[in-house]
């Protein structure tokens, strides 16, 4: 387990895309797990950045996002898809067709969900998952209580999680109540993992995950399992480490 602890999160996103491009400059058709949410934007800023002034290449990359919400199209300025198309794919030569997010309007959830497992598979896996973590120790949905085993599927989310993303919609009311995700297990399946986390109210999840025991009840705990896992903290988010951990 790797935690770099930087100064603030213009930092923290370029660890993370220095990380990134040297894995894709590595390997032609990499496979990139991505995530939304305000933590991994400073990261797609650079990753933008580093393609339109070094000529970093997403032709052959292929990428699959951790959850989307379930009821909601891809078209909604809410939704996942939305995001990423704004804050990377648009900027980028990615191919969109190679850019998966699960789609929150399918028919059937569970066939969906069963699809999305098959198709990360097939595309070989995935090479580096990107995540956040919610103050409530969340990776991807995967609300305390998960199973650590568990594989892509639809999910309630908790209250805390509905309030923490209200500040996103116009009133708490619109906030959707279920969403797809990665499984714990599926995530755990990626040849790499980044956990990026920013902020004093991630301070305490951050400290659970990293050094508490490994249990359901905060679900990035399982990433202690995980044989190639980096943590790139703030100052703030990493405040109630107690081990020595390098800064960067
Ligand atoms: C988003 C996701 C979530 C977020 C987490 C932190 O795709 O999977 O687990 O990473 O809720 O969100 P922010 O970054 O907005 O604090």
Request: glycine share 8%; hydrophobic share 40%; proline share 4%.
């Amino acid at each position: 387990m790797q935690v770099i602890i930087v100064k603030d999160k213009a930092e923290m996103g370029k660890t993370a895309a220095e990380i990134v491009a040297g894995g894709m400059r590595a390997k032609e058709h990499f496979v990139l797990g991505l995530a939304t949410g305000t933590t991994p934007i400073p990261l797609y800023r650079e990753l933008i950045r580093m393609h339109k002034e070094d000529g970093l290449d997403f032709s052959t990359t292929a990428s699959f996002n951790l959850d989307e919400y379930v009821g909601i199209p891809g078209t909604h300025d809410q939704s996942y898809r939305f995001f990423m198309n704004r804050e990377l794919f648009d900027h980028v030569n990615i191919n969109k067709k190679a850019t998966h997010v699960p789609d929150g309007m399918a028919d059937d959830v569970e066939m969906f969900c069963a699809e999305y497992e098959a198709m990360i598979a097939d595309c070989g896996g995935v090479d580096c998952q990107i995540l956040g973590i919610g103050s409530n120790g969340h990776i991807g949905f995967n609300e305390p209580g998960t199973s650590l085993g568990s594989r892509t599927h639809r999910t309630a989310l908790t209250e805390s999680t509905i309030k923490d993303n209200s500040r996103l919609f116009e009133k708490v009311e619109d906030v959707p109540t279920e969403a797809i995700t990665m499984g714990i297990g599926t995530i755990l399946e990626s040849e790499s993992i980044l956990l990026l986390a920013n902020g004093a109210n991630k301070a305490k999840a951050v400290a659970d995950a990293i050094e508490g025991p490994i249990t359901a009840t905060c679900p990035a705990s399982a990433l202690q399992l995980h044989p190639n896992v980096t943590f790139i903290l703030t100052e703030d988010a990493a405040a109630d480490l107690k081990l020595e951990w390098h800064r960067g």
